[in-house]
């Protein structure tokens, strides 16, 4: 099968090359599907320079869709042939972007939820899901709602009852507006447009866009600093929680649920971007520019 991995470690436009691979054989529990989407995440590329380093050589793209293909021993209520996604594991010599990829949790994809679509769901909806438990109730904001992350995070929250305020650009935002969101923008002066629309100190913030530098902003727009949650894993802010010191961990046990609510059009995750597997150096250069404006797919 045709597969993008590394041999080595280093940027991932110098190491990641399109090559011939063995098959992955489903194991004890594990399905392999015939791969028809992948999603693309900045956690890919940081895999190519070490993130979680492993035996090499090692493939990159975590979330998968497509039709399954193989069933390992002891796997009950799938057949081959169902169209399935979920998260493949990633310490293997291949992962999802590959023509066929193993998988250790799925779900059925839903009719109405097309491969691309499905594909686009699992770490945002993970993520998301775990940051707003970690962070707990009531009016929230979610900056850089724009982000994959952020804009499940906004629906989420809506989903659950809470007023929402978020910062987006024009991109996504009338969007958001229609899905119930209070929305503002995400250049300076944050902490004073949002405390006018919450009418004092929201409850709690989701950081969302790591790379923007505002969390000291946000912290403005709490009454505490543990109320903001960063995504950002290099803040030093006194009190501001990280994605990784809340000990949040990502929540796959739901994807079945929000599969069904893309599939009836009440939740999505936008999609920027479809390419072919040999354009993936394309691909990697629209989200190392960080001006994707929605989730990165490959056909596969």
Not at 50 to 72: I, K, Q
Not at 97 to 107: G, I, Q
Request: with cysteine; aromatic share 6%; charged share 20%.
């Amino acid at each position: 099968m045709r597969t993008l991995r590394f041999h080595e470690h280093g940027p991932a436009a110098e190491v990641l090359r399109v090559e011939d691979a063995a098959a992955p054989e489903p194991r004890p529990g594990q399905i392999r599907v015939a791969v028809q989407a992948c999603g693309l995440n900045p956690a890919d590329w940081a895999l190519c320079e070490g993130l979680f380093a492993g035996d090499l050589p090692r493939g990159v793209g975590l979330e998968v869709s497509g039709t399954v293909d193989a069933l390992g021993e002891g796997v009950t209520g799938v057949e081959v042939g169902d169209p399935v996604f979920g998260c493949a594991p990633f310490t293997g010599p291949t992962a999802g972007a590959s023509e066929l990829a193993v998988l250790d949790s799925w779900f059925p994809r839903p009719d109405g939820l097309d491969a691309v679509h499905a594909a686009a769901l699992p770490m945002a909806v993970g993520m998301a899901y775990a940051a707003l438990d970690a962070l707990g109730s009531g009016t929230s904001l979610v900056h850089g709602a724009g982000t994959t992350t952020g804009f499940a995070a906004a629906q989420i929250a809506l989903l659950r009852g809470a007023r929402v305020i978020v910062t987006a650009g024009e991109t996504h935002a009338s969007t958001l507006r229609s899905a119930g969101a209070e929305v503002t923008s995400y250049q300076d002066g944050i902490a004073e447009r949002v405390t006018a629309l919450a009418g004092g100190p929201v409850d709690r913030v989701l950081d969302a866009a790591p790379f923007s530098g505002a969390v000291a902003e946000l912290v403005r727009t709490v009454k505490e600093p543990g109320h903001v949650l960063t995504l950002d894993l290099s803040s030093d802010i006194p009190g501001v929680q990280t994605i990784v010191s809340s000990g949040a961990q990502p929540r796959y046990d739901v994807l079945g649920e929000f599969a069904s609510l893309a599939a009836e059009g009440r939740f999505s995750i936008p999609v920027s971007r479809i390419f072919p597997l040999d354009d993936w150096r394309a691909a990697l250069e629209l989200s190392q520019s960080r001006r994707a404006r929605g989730k990165l797919v490959l056909a596969i």
